[in-house]
């Protein structure tokens, strides 16, 4: 089997295989063509969104792309596990969150209190409060962050909202629509909790899995047109015509 060569001027790659020049191979089995064909339109098919960049890049690059793709596992773990036992205490224990901000108050008191006063028997440090708690920095960052991030959602709504893209308009309208019967459906924290854990597997799954989920989703999409094509011409045909079109 010297060469692979791909037709791509058609629709679907077309597969030529020469063993020896001028003729073409014959004892080809069918799983052999499906097989070799599923790795053409492997590197044929479209990046999911559209994207052309690698997905840590996609997702900024910084700290925030390695917890999510779980660069860093320990962090990534503790987000999740914390997100977890939050949403056990609030929605399943059915814990207030002052009763539950009091409780580690207390606790945190009792801590900070043993350890202060036994760090002069057993030469232990004072007990300091982390820099990240109290850094105006961190505080400001993280200000600044969220306001960039609202400022840009409040624009992008207020574009779509001038109707400048009329499908855009609808696609928004139907998706706010359909997150507010989801979100009726959930407690705001449940959904809260939702977003974090998907947030936290999701990219990373589909990192691992890149290749089979956009040949799926290319796949889909290729069919959802088609029958869309098929539903739009069908129904075309079916709306009646004027004098003057019948004319023509």
Known sequence: MDALFIDNARAEPML???????????????????????????????KLFGRERP?????????AADIILWRDRRVSASIVAGATVAWYLFEVAEYHFLTLACYLAIL???????????????????????????????T????????????????RLYDISCGKDIKMFILTVFSLFIVSVIASCFSSLTLLYLVVLGTMTLPVLYENYESEVDHMVSTAVHDLRSHVGDMDSGVLKKIPRGRGATAN
């Not at 073409?24 to 069918?30: C, D, G, M, R, V």
């Not at 997905?55 to 700290?63: E, F, I, T, Y």
């Open 140 to 155: 400001r960052q993280v200000i600044l962050a969220l306001h960039s991030r609202l400022t840009w959602f409040v624009h």
């Open 16 to 46: 030529v295989i020469r063993t020896k020049p001028g003729q073409l191979h014959s004892h080809i089995s069918e799983s052999d063509i499906n097989r070799m064909a599923i790795t053409v339109r492997t590197h044929r098919t479209t």
């Open 108 to 138: 945190s008191m009792l801590v900070v209190f043993i350890w202060a006063n036994a760090s002069a028997f057993f030469n232990l440090p004072a007990p300091r409060i982390p820099e990240i708690f109290v850094s105006e920095r961190t």
């Open 55 to 63: 997905l840590h890049d996609a997702l900024g690059g910084h700290k």
